[in-house]
């Protein structure tokens, strides 16, 4: 029997619904004793966790991302590794190098892999746009296969897997743009914004206050990973399918049924994997309300989140002031 329907045979749907449902009510309640608002936020990044994917953080500083996703580490009580992304860091200092030891029982020499960041359950790629290219793609293995090749040997990383990245949108200065391919790995491009006049009132009040919150952990590896193989057993309809499908089709200017501003406006519309995470996504979220099957509006929850950084702009909409989100924004207002 497979471990999937091991935890099938296990639970009948009421269960696991309510399984994922608690899950996902203690991860919320810990959050919150250190980051106030941004509740949207963090159910994306919890739905974006069960389905395997990863995100992109995008927000001025001082938002508390990078304490979001060492708060969530804590909370999920798993392996969380921190990479500052700089313009002089190099590959190997992501995913580990060879390097040259002697036996000394022997006197042989051999080489020897040390692991490097990349080998964590979280990873916190920080400022993720301040290296070049070059460094970036080191995390693109990582990302889809959830594994790392080094000198002729395969490693597999511990699971779950999931890296959160950074940016910056306001400093442009020395940053470099992120690959397509690059972009196409994150499930979610979850922008940050500011918080309303009450939370950050109460930020201050907390932030500046004696007491310390305590966090607690509250899931671990093994219940996360049964978690996300829940996620995957969700039954979905053919019309939901065929409706996240045609979504994501109609982004392309050489789709038969694109509209004319997607021909107009658009260079290169979201691939296969766009479909994939929007189906996925609405698992998830129908598990987080208690229904057992998603609808076409669970798709729709997180069109945005899932098609805006998949959306090349051409030079038509950047001469009208249209951006990918405006094209996704009118995508899901004129489409049903």
Same mark, same amino acid.
């Given at each position: 029997?497979?471990?999937a329907e091991?935890l099938r045979?296990?639970?009948?749907p009421h @269960?696991q619904?309510e399984r994922?449902?608690?899950?996902?009510r *203690?991860?919320?309640?810990?959050i919150? %004793? &250190?980051?106030i608002g941004q509740?949207?936020?963090?159910?994306?990044?919890?739905i #974006?966790?069960?389905?395997?994917?990863?995100?992109l953080?995008?927000?001025v500083?001082?938002? #508390? %991302?990078?304490?979001?996703?060492?708060?969530?580490?804590r909370?999920l009580n798993?392996k969380f590794n921190?990479i500052?992304?700089?313009p002089?860091?190099?590959?190997?200092?992501?995913?580990g190098?060879?390097i040259l030891e002697?036996?000394?029982t022997?006197g042989k %020499?051999i080489f020897?892999?040390?692991k490097g960041p990349?080998?964590a359950?979280i990873v916190?790629a920080?400022?993720?746009?301040r290296?070049?290219p *070059?460094?970036?793609a =080191?995390?693109?293995?990582? +990302?889809?296969e959830?594994? &790392?090749? =080094?000198?002729?040997?395969?490693?597999?990383?511990?699971?779950?897997f999931?890296v959160l =990245?950074t940016?910056n949108?306001?400093e442009? @200065?020395?940053t470099?743009p992120?690959?397509?391919a690059q972009l196409?790995?994150?499930?979610f491009?979850l922008?940050?914004?500011?918080?309303?006049l009450?939370e950050? +009132? @109460?930020? /201050?009040?907390?932030t500046?206050?004696g007491e310390?919150p305590?966090? @607690?952990?509250?899931?671990?590896?093994k /219940?996360?990973s049964e978690?996300?193989r829940? &996620?995957?057993? &969700?039954?979905?309809s053919?019309h939901?399918v065929?409706?996240?499908?045609d979504?994501?089709r109609?982004?392309?200017?050489?789709?038969?049924?694109?509209?004319k501003?997607i021909?107009d406006?658009?260079?290169w519309?979201a691939?296969?994997? =766009?479909?994939?995470?929007?189906?996925?996504a609405? *698992?998830?979220?129908?598990?987080m309300?208690?229904?057992p099957?998603p609808?076409?509006a669970?798709?729709?929850a997180n069109a945005t989140?899932?098609l805006?950084?998949?959306?090349?702009?051409?030079f038509?909409a950047e001469a009208d002031?249209?951006?990918?989100l405006?094209i996704v924004?009118r995508?899901?207002?004129?489409?049903?």
């Open positions: 029997m497979t471990p091991n045979s296990r639970l009948d @269960e619904m994922f449902r608690s899950s996902h *203690k991860v919320t309640e810990q919150q %004793k &250190v980051i509740r949207s936020i963090v159910d994306e990044l919890f #974006a966790l069960l389905s395997r994917g990863h995100c953080l995008i927000g500083p001082g938002l #508390a %991302k990078t304490l979001l996703i060492s708060t969530l580490s909370i798993l921190r500052q992304f700089t002089d860091l190099m590959p190997s200092d992501i995913t190098s060879e002697e036996d000394r022997t %020499k020897r892999f040390v990349v080998f359950n916190l920080d400022e993720i746009n290296t070049p *070059k460094t970036q =080191a995390l693109l293995q990582s +990302m889809q959830h594994e &790392v090749s =080094a000198g002729g040997t395969t490693y597999k990383l511990d699971e779950p999931f =990245a940016q949108p306001i442009q @200065e020395g470099y992120l690959p397509e196409d790995r994150f499930m491009n922008w940050i914004q500011y918080p309303s009450e950050e +009132m @109460e930020i /201050v009040r907390a500046t206050g310390e305590v966090i @607690e952990p509250v899931l671990d590896s /219940v996360i978690l996300q829940l &996620v995957r057993l &969700v039954p979905v053919e939901v065929r409706y996240a499908v979504l994501v109609k982004t392309r200017p050489d789709s038969d049924n694109a509209p501003y021909r406006w658009v260079s519309g691939g296969p994997r =766009a479909s994939q995470y929007l189906v996925l609405a *698992k998830s979220r129908c598990l309300d208690g229904r099957t609808d076409t669970d798709v729709r989140q899932v805006r950084h998949r959306i090349v702009a051409n038509n002031g249209v951006s990918a405006d924004g995508l899901l207002e004129t489409e049903t």
